[in-house]
């Protein structure tokens, strides 16, 4: 089992920068692929971006790519998402998951475990 908690969210003006953490528990956490999904006001939890259990290879969505750079520790058992360039329409509150699964990362039903979210804000 894993427990997720994310760290990180805050208000930023448009064009600036933010990194989001995501500390994980449990012995096995280096053998589960990792994700950011976030979810604004009204509307469906979206997915951001994904790594696989090694960090080897990671998946971005369209809307971020060029932006956002996930990476992860798992010798600190920490996921990160550092975000550049950050824009009003990136508002949401953003979650950290973990998946078994190595596959279809971009789907939420993929991902057994959940964090509480983190707030960021975008606005000026």
């Known amino acids: 089992q894993v427990q997720v908690v994310e760290s990180g969210g805050g208000l930023v003006q448009p064009g600036g920068s933010l990194s989001l953490s995501c500390a994980a528990s449990?012995?096995?956490?280096?053998?589960?692929?990792m994700g950011w999904f976030r979810q604004a006001p009204w509307k469906e939890r979206e997915f951001v971006s994904a790594t696989t259990w090694s960090g080897g290879s990671t998946y971005y969505a369209d809307s971020v790519k060029g932006r956002f750079t996930i990476s992860r520790d798992n010798a600190k058992k920490m996921v990160y998402l550092k975000m550049n360039n950050l824009k009003p329409e990136d508002t949401a509150v953003y979650y950290c998951?973990?998946?078994?699964?190595?596959?279809?990362?971009?789907?939420?039903?993929?991902?057994?475990?959940w964090g509480q979210g983190t707030q960021v804000t975008v606005s000026s």
């Open positions: 998951a973990a998946a078994q699964s190595g596959g279809g990362l971009y789907r939420p039903s993929v991902y057994d475990y």
């Open positions: 449990g012995r096995t956490f280096s053998t589960y692929a």
